[in-house]
């Protein structure tokens, strides 16, 4: 059978290559893909945009595809799904009355406050004025959110007024996120590690997946500005046993429930991302309806099973009988990006040959990549993702590091310190 990923980034070329695996798929479709999976064995692009709902169903309905994957947020809030299901086919995320736990932040923030999920203490603003009253008399440091979707750079940290200042006026007067930065979340900064959650949810059950940890800052040490993501690593060693179960009683099913009974009921993936503090206990940073990206990348690069069979199980309600199985060896993918990223950068810039074999303990998945006159050039902010596994961390990121090296461009940014908080947990 056929199965059509949407999206065009390195998640979609790790679910492509994943989905591929599957004995029971024929062939996968992605639209629009990118230069990784132009040429990934069984895997097809096809020039549909990801933001174009018509002409993505028409796509599903004459490929007479059997079940369609999103990949990104904005489909999913524009209401991709809502239209598939219309029509009669199988698409697996959340529908939009649920992605708008994505969609706003501030919409998020209130159905944590309702249904008691832990969270930072808040406010919400449309007016500049009020904001900046409010920035003030305000801890430092500071968060402040873009309300809307802003490809993960609407987050800016202040750890001074001026900065916040700063972020403020960028948002809510210049609208540098356009109307995703019309309104505001100004919350408190809250301490410790983070962690990513990632679930399948069938509507009642929930499958955590392996556990995972990303970088967001742009620079060694979690310095510089927000990004979507340099690196992430899997498992994350903070998320024990026994914080998973409690990230289950106290923010996964609360959430699951707490939409059902606002009259949502969620299928698809669902990202937690958290901040452990250090007491151990987990409150939600923000709410993905989604794979994380890069996370993604190591998470399914130690999955075992067969994806599509957990996908199906999810939409047939079926997760309670689903346990995937996961490489015991740990996996760190780091991120290379062009020359001022997250800020404007230049695409189009060549760049060169990739290892033609790698073990298979190594994959380079493709992001911001396309091929012109039948070069790879750039042609967005995150370009490549180097994934490895090894027998430990240190031999995993070295395994990584290896190939980033060998495959970087001129101009070409990565952080060199991606899993260090599990280096240093694996030296001790």
């Known amino acids: 059978m056929k199965i059509l990923v949407i999206g065009c980034g390195g998640r979609e070329h790790a679910l492509a290559w994943t989905l591929a695996r599957s004995p029971r798929i024929s062939e996968v479709l992605v639209a629009p893909g990118n230069a990784g999976t132009a040429t990934e064995p069984g895997v097809r692009n096809v020039a549909v945009p990801a933001e174009d709902l018509d002409a993505l169903l028409a796509l599903a309905q004459r490929e007479a595809v059997e079940i369609t994957v999103v990949g990104p947020e904005a489909p999913l809030v524009a209401g991709v799904v809502d239209r598939f299901r219309a029509a009669g086919l199988k698409c697996f995320g959340p529908d939009a009355q649920c992605a708008r736990l994505e969609g706003s932040k501030a919409w ?86 983070e962690a990513s959650f990632i679930a399948l949810v069938d509507g009642d059950h929930i499958l955590p997946l392996a556990s995972s940890q990303d970088h967001k800052a742009r620079d060694d040490g979690d310095q510089g500005p927000n990004t979507g993501g340099m690196g992430a690593y899997s498992p994350a060693p903070v998320v024990t046993d026994a914080l998973t179960a409690r990230i289950m009683d106290e923010v996964m099913r609360p959430t699951v429930s707490g939409l ?55 939409l047939d309600g079926r997760l309670d009988q689903a346990s995937p199985r996961w490489h015991v060896q740990p996996a760190v993918g780091v991120v290379l990006a062009a020359a001022g990223y997250p800020g404007p950068y230049e695409k189009g810039t060549p760049i060169g040959d990739l290892p033609g074999r790698l073990p298979e303990t190594v994959k380079v998945f493709h992001a911001g990549t396309t091929l012109a006159d039948g070069r790879l050039v750039t042609s967005g902010g995150r370009v490549l993702c180097v994934v490895a596994r090894g027998d430990s961390v240190v031999e995993a990121r070295d395994a990584a590091y290896a190939v980033v090296d060998a495959v970087a461009w001129p101009g070409a940014h990565w952080r060199r310190d991606i899993a260090y908080r599990a280096v240093a947990r694996e030296r001790r």
């Open 108 to 193: 998020s923030k209130a159905f944590m406050q309702r249904h008691g999920i832990p969270t930072a203490e808040h406010r919400t603003f449309t007016s500049l004025e009020e904001a900046l009253a409010y920035l003030e008399q305000a801890s430092l440091p500071v968060v402040i959110k873009a309300d809307g979707l802003a490809a993960g750079k609407g987050v800016v940290i202040a750890h001074s007024r001026e900065e916040g200042r700063r972020a403020l006026h960028d948002m809510l007067d210049a609208r540098v996120f356009g109307s995703a930065g019309a309104q505001v979340v100004v919350e408190e900064f809250l301490p410790g590690e």
């Open 260 to 314: 059902a009974l606002e009259g949502c009921r969620y299928t698809g993936f669902l990202y937690a991302g958290l901040m452990i503090d250090p007491q151990g206990r987990p409150r939600v940073l923000e709410f993905n309806c989604r794979l994380g990206d890069p996370e993604t990348q190591p998470v399914l690069f130690r999955l075992e099973s067969d994806l599509f069979e957990l996908i199906e199980a999810a």
